[in-house]
């Protein structure tokens, strides 16, 4: 049986800052796409997608992290120019200082109603569903 050519799966990770109540943990990208970003990557063959959510966010906030939800699964062919990726997005907790590592030039905590950075992907999209899930305890709209 042939091997069927399918999207490559990644994971992005909504970390919450603890004594940040509105805060969230973006990374500049230090690759293109640029921008700004939910931590997160590419998930390993052989590693189970929340061990790749944890090691993403270890590499590149150097946080570790509980992860508490999973948000959704994202996957318009077109939210990364570089080729059909399917996301899963987990919301996590974090305690310590975030520092930029591996593929983040910068990171920083952004309050999740004021975010004025450009961002990459479909991050924007991700943050909206984020702030309505928490907020309203609506639950995400799968894509049409």
């Known amino acids: 049986m042939a091997v069927p050519k399918t999207p490559l799966l990644t994971v ?14 973006l990374i500049e990208r230090r690759h293109s796409p640029l921008g700004w970003a939910l ?14 959510a944890r090691r993403e966010a270890r590499e590149e906030t150097g946080l570790a992290v509980t992860l508490e939800a999973l ?5 318009d062919p077109a939210r ?5 990726t399917v996301s899963l997005v987990y919301v996590a907790r974090a305690t ?3 520092h930029a590592g591996d ?13 004025t950075v450009p961002l990459a992907f479909d991050h924007s999209r991700i943050l909206d569903d984020y702030r309505r899930f928490w907020e309203c305890g609506e ?4 894509e049409p």
Request: some cysteine; overall charge negative.
């Open 12 to 25: 992005d990770i909504i970390i919450r800052p603890d004594g940040h109540p509105l805060g969230v943990i």
């Open 39 to 52: 931590p997160g990557g590419f998930v390993d063959i052989g590693e189970r997608v929340e061990e790749a």
């Open 71 to 75: 948000l959704g699964c994202y996957s």
């Open 80 to 84: 990364d120019l570089r080729g059909h």
């Open 96 to 98: 310590g200082v975030a």
């Open 103 to 115: 593929d983040a030039a910068r990171c920083e905590i952004f309050d999740i109603h004021h975010i």
């Open 139 to 142: 639950r995400p709209t799968p």
